[in-house]
């Protein structure tokens, strides 16, 4: 079966610091790996996605993520957060090795403050 | 949201009383989801539909039912509301060139 795990349920960051929002997984073939962002009120947004090809995935917004194979992990950067990114983050996952169209699975979320 | 619409937004009912949430997306997408949104347990999928009149269920698909009688248009129907089915609910659809779920804009059930 196929998981998501994001350790953290807060992440607080100042403005212009870096952040890192955490995501490990678990599935039994090569993985499809999601970040959307949810702002107040509003439904999720796609942030990147990792399918294949170089571990390092760039999104909306200044986004990134690392794939890490060894260590299952798709951790989510930004190398300077602004105010306006704080929201919930949530990692998401899919097997492709699974019949059909396998839905994602996401994890519980993490909400990102960032501190003026 | 990428043309999906989710009715009603909002929706307060009573327990025993059936609800029915409507999806409706203009995107032509063959994969429809839907999911809930509670603190602590992120989003976790009740039911989905691979196709017209194909669905079936999710982790969390106790008390729910869901419909889809054409490609645009996926129901989702609380047979009989408890108060555990107080919730955010999502409605997503799969562009399968993108690779993506879109999501709709959610609709705000409280069950009393």
């Known amino acids: 079966a196929q998981s998501v795990a994001q350790p953290e349920d807060q992440v607080n960051v100042a403005e212009g610091n870096p952040l890192t929002v955490k995501c490990t997984y678990s599935?039994?073939?090569?993985?499809?790996l999601f970040w959307y962002v949810q702002y107040p009120n509003r439904g999720l947004q796609f942030l990147l996605k990792?399918?294949?090809?170089?571990?390092l995935v760039k999104g909306s917004y200044g986004f990134e993520a690392e794939f890490n194979k060894s260590q299952t992990s798709f951790h989510l950067k930004k190398p300077s957060a602004l105010v306006s990114d704080s929201a919930l983050y949530f990692c998401?996952?899919?097997?492709?090795?699974?019949?059909?169209?396998?839905?994602?699975?996401f994890g519980k979320g993490t909400r990102l403050s960032v501190i003026a | 949201d990428a043309g999906i619409t989710q009715s009603p937004r909002h929706k307060v009912t009573e327990t025993g009383t059936p609800v029915t949430l409507r999806c409706h997306q203009t995107e032509n997408h063959r994969y429809m989801y839907w999911y809930r949104q509670d603190p602590g347990h992120g989003l976790r999928l009740i039911h989905y539909s691979y196709g017209v009149k194909d669905t079936d269920k999710g982790e969390v698909s106790d008390g729910y039912s869901v419909s889809r009688s054409k490609t645009e248009d996926f129901l989702l129907t609380l047979e009989s509301a408890t108060s555990s089915q107080t919730s955010v609910y999502f409605c997503?659809?799969?562009?399968?060139?993108?690779?993506?779920?879109?999501f709709g804009s959610g609709t705000q059930l409280s069950v009393l």
């Open positions: 998401a996952v899919r097997d492709p090795l699974f019949s059909g169209n396998t839905p994602l699975v």
């Open positions: 997503a659809t799969w562009d399968r060139v993108g690779e993506k779920l879109f």
């Open positions: 990792y399918i294949t090809g170089d571990n």
């Open positions: 599935v039994s073939g090569n993985p499809y």
